[in-house]
């Protein structure tokens, strides 16, 4: 992806379309991910319903103003949000959601998936903005990552005692760790 449009951010016009793809494979990531939550939200059953049901609408509701920021940030750099249903889908770093998932452990293990690959997608993103020398998305990237990470504990906070618990602790490599660079460069 090229800019799209003008921009007097004294960035290299170069970085700034690297950012921008940067900055949609999180806005398209972010859009699947709060769909996901949505999807856990309205079909989760079992003991704790409630809990997990308000707290599956938070995560919810921080991921969709994320994607939100991303899109605007994308926009500021010059370039052109790319957040319809179907980029996100085609352009997400997350698999689809497991529709087995039925009762509340289930969908918390599914969640915690999806939520630590979103993370690690920030965590690439901090590090390439960082390189870019574009401390704007860099602070953003860290910023979200706080947020998603505090979410991520909420999740994880859920399956305590559980056997999900037990597995190792291993974040799954993104796009932008596994290339080196942005998505399409």
Partial sequence: MTTKFPSHINLPRESRAELIELLNVCLATSIDLHWQV????????GKDFISRHELFDDVA?????QA???AERAGALGGYAQGTIRLAVKNSELEEYDLSAVN???HVRVLVDRVTIY?????GGIQRAGDLNDPVTEDLFTRVLGEVEQDLWFLESHLYGSAATDREEVA????????GTAPNA
């Fill in 68 to 70: 939100d920021e991303f």
């Fill in 172 to 179: 799954p490599p993104t796009i932008i760790e596994e290339r």
């Fill in 38 to 45: 949505k999807q856990a939200h309205w079909n989760i059953r």
């Fill in 104 to 106: 509340g452990d289930d």
């Fill in 61 to 65: 509701d921080h991921v969709r103003k």
């Fill in 119 to 123: 993370a690690s997608t920030l965590r």
